[in-house]
């Protein structure tokens, strides 16, 4: 049986992935993909989420937490999936990590730990592909103020820290197979990019 791909869908708050994941589900053939998400995905990833999106905690504790609740993933969801032929369609990934606690977080100093937890993850899959939906951070902030919701603790964070997060995103893609999404256009145009993109690694 064919392996299932292991597809991950970033960007910076506000950027829209949520918007795009809601379109996928309507229409890629169910059978073939399932969604999940980061932080969170199995019941104690949830609980993970909760914790890191209310609490204060250090960058560290935050990097720690963000890679514990991945083993449970990886071996709830991600890998029954894809070894059964299963296409996963996640909902950010190590990328993040790179983005927001070393990169957002200015915390160079935490990168040895980051690249082995990296090393243990890459033992349970790689993705084959990201997709990273790249738009200025005022705009996201912008489209976050107009949907009303309460903000949680890294959607408050700040301007510069977005920009420091858009910025490391390039620099860990630069060695990732990946491509780049203009978030800025109509949100109709960028469903259907999407959508042409997974139908073509999926295919
Ligand atoms: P979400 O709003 O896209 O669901 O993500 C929740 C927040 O968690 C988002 O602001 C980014 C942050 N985050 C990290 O700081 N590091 C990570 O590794 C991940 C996956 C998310």
């Known amino acids: 049986m064919k392996r299932g791909k292991f597809i991950v869908l970033e960007g910076g708050d506000g950027a829209g992935k949520g918007t795009l994941v809601n379109y996928l589900k309507k229409v890629l053939?169910?059978?073939k993909f399932i969604y999940t998400r980061e932080p969170g995905g199995t019941p104690v990833g949830e609980k993970i989420r909760d914790l890191l999106l209310s609490e204060e905690m250090t960058p560290a504790t935050e990097l720690g937490l963000h890679f514990a609740y991945r083993f449970e993933l990886f071996e709830k969801v991600i890998l029954p999936a894809i070894n059964s032929g299963v296409h996963v369609i996640d909902e950010r990934h190590v990328a993040s990590t790179y983005a927001y606690q070393i990169g957002g977080r200015e915390r160079r100093d935490l990168l040895p730990l980051f690249r082995s937890n990296?090393?243990?993850c890459a033992k349970y899959a790689t993705p084959d592909l990201y997709?990273?939906?790249d738009l200025d951070p005022?705009?996201?902030?912008r489209r976050l103020k107009a949907k009303g919701f309460a903000l949680d603790r890294f959607e408050l964070a700040g301007l510069a820290f977005h920009q420091r997060v858009r910025k490391a995103y390039h620099q860990y893609f630069r060695k990732q197979r990946h491509v780049v999404v203009d978030?800025?256009?109509?949100?109709e145009v960028l469903c259907k990019e999407m959508e042409r993109i997974i139908r073509?690694?999926?295919k």
């Open 131 to 133: 997709v990273y939906l």
């Open 118 to 120: 990296e090393r243990a």
């Open 200 to 202: 073509a690694e999926t």
């Open 138 to 141: 005022r705009e996201g902030e």
């Open 29 to 31: 053939p169910p059978g």
């Open 183 to 187: 978030a800025a256009m109509g949100v």
